[in-house]
């Protein structure tokens, strides 16, 4: 009898912790973001009354609504980019002309260089892309609850919350840019400026529309203290160049592009490549040079020689 009862306590103890496992596995990812309604919401009305207004009222409390319930009561490895549908239609505007700005390897520089939207308008200056930036999510089978304590990797799986999301969200910005495309890339990163597979690869360029874009422009920038791995016309940025051109673009790259190095500079101004050139002189301050002097003399003599002609004239 003694050996019974400790057999079923074996047995229970066992089967409790295998249903452990199950109900409670643990991913390798770090799990939803604490406060995540909150932020959200709180995202989506500060982009529509302080950001960028121009979008107009949206119901930011039904974007979230829409939000949630494109992963929560499922299994986490099952979320597909359509599921994501309702919350990006909710939260859809038009993105300028001229403004798109893509990228790989590169997030922080492209958002401030994008300055939330002043200069470009990136995806994650996008109101839908706003609101997601950053964060982390993910529900779980059979439970209106989220998990806090982790959520899966793309290594773990690829139909996850938050990288069916962001394809969603990726898809939707390149079917909605037009005019001069632009793409930055990071000359320094190891695994390639151009990643394929990457999301500008296969969500953003095969959603391109082709009859909308006037041209595509792209920077290779290296990181300060970078290596320079990759430039225009070489490696992966060549196979990018001519992925674009067979498609029928007009493309045009350029290295180190002025504008972005400048804004690398302001945590690097003592670095070699933030040392600034210029064919023209500098302009210098104290007593004029003597040559500046006599140009400005010669310049005297002919306005009265001009004066002394007029004068004649009249008289």
Same mark, same amino acid.
């Given at each position: 009898?003694?050996?019974?009862? $400790?057999?079923?306590?074996?047995?229970?103890?066992?089967?409790?912790?295998?249903?452990?496992?199950?109900?409670?596995?643990?991913?390798?990812?770090?799990?939803?973001? =604490?406060?995540?309604?909150?932020?959200?919401?709180?995202?989506?009305?500060?982009?529509?009354?302080?950001?960028?207004?121009?979008?107009?009222?949206?119901?930011?409390?039904?974007?979230?609504?829409?939000?949630?319930?494109?992963?929560?009561?499922?299994?986490?490895?099952?979320? @597909?980019?359509?599921?994501?549908?309702?919350?990006?239609?909710?939260?859809?505007?038009?993105?300028?002309?001229? =403004?798109? $700005?893509?990228?790989?390897?590169?997030? @922080? @520089?492209?958002?401030?260089?994008?300055?939330?939207?002043?200069?470009?308008?990136?995806?994650?200056?996008?109101?839908?892309?706003?609101?997601?930036?950053?964060?982390?999510?993910?529900?779980? &089978?059979?439970? &209106?609850?989220?998990? /806090?304590?982790?959520?899966?990797?793309?290594?773990?799986?690829?139909?996850?919350?938050?990288?069916?999301? !962001?394809?969603?969200?990726?898809?939707? /910005?390149?079917?909605?840019?037009?005019?001069?495309?632009?793409?930055?890339?990071?000359?320094? &990163?190891?695994?390639?400026?151009?990643?394929?597979?990457?999301?500008?690869?296969?969500?953003?360029?095969?959603?391109?529309?082709?009859?909308?874009?006037?041209?595509?422009?792209?920077?290779?920038?290296?990181?300060?203290?970078?290596?320079?791995?990759?430039?225009?016309?070489?490696?992966?940025? =060549?196979?990018?160049?001519?992925?674009? =051109?067979?498609?029928?673009?007009?493309?045009?790259?350029?290295?180190?592009?002025?504008?972005?190095?400048? $804004?690398?500079? @302001?945590?690097?101004?003592?670095?070699?490549?933030?040392?600034?050139?210029?064919?023209?002189?500098?302009?210098?301050?104290?007593?004029?040079?003597?040559?500046?002097?006599?140009? !400005?003399?010669?310049?005297?003599?002919?306005?009265?020689?001009?004066?002394?002609?007029?004068?004649?004239?009249?008289?």
């Amino acid at each position: 009898m003694k050996s019974l009862f $400790l057999s079923l306590v074996v047995v229970s103890v066992l089967f409790m912790n295998s249903f452990s496992e199950v109900q409670g596995k643990k991913w390798k990812g770090e799990g939803t973001t =604490k406060n995540l309604e909150s932020i959200v919401i709180g995202r989506c009305y500060n982009y529509i009354r302080i950001v960028n207004p121009a979008v107009g009222e949206k119901n930011c409390s039904e974007i979230w609504e829409a939000f949630k319930n494109a992963f929560i009561n499922k299994d986490p490895c099952s979320i @597909l980019p359509k599921d994501y549908e309702l919350v990006i239609n909710l939260s859809l505007h038009t993105i300028p002309p001229n =403004k798109s $700005l893509f990228w790989e390897n590169n997030q @922080l @520089l492209v958002k401030s260089f994008a300055d939330r939207g002043r200069r470009y308008m990136s995806l994650g200056d996008t109101l839908f892309g706003f609101f997601g930036d950053f964060l982390n999510w993910c529900g779980q &089978a059979n439970s &209106a609850g989220l998990d /806090y304590e982790s959520c899966p990797t793309m290594e773990e799986c690829e139909n996850n919350a938050v990288d069916s999301f !962001w394809r969603m969200a990726s898809i939707t /910005y390149a079917q909605h840019s037009s005019g001069v495309i632009h793409v930055l890339l990071n000359g320094s &990163a190891v695994g390639g400026a151009y990643p394929a597979p990457g999301f500008f690869a296969d969500y953003e360029i095969p959603n391109l529309q082709k009859d909308k874009i006037s041209k595509i422009v792209i920077w290779v920038v290296d990181d300060i203290e970078g290596p320079d791995i990759e430039s225009c016309g070489t490696h992966t940025v =060549k196979i990018l160049e001519n992925r674009l =051109k067979t498609l029928g673009y007009d493309v045009t790259c350029t290295d180190n592009y002025k504008s972005v190095m400048f $804004l690398l500079c @302001l945590d690097y101004p003592d670095d070699s490549k933030c040392t600034l050139s210029s064919s023209a002189p500098a302009a210098q301050r104290g007593p004029i040079s003597s040559d500046r002097g006599g140009s !400005w003399n010669k310049l005297l003599f002919v306005s009265f020689l001009g004066f002394l002609f007029r004068f004649a004239l009249v008289y």
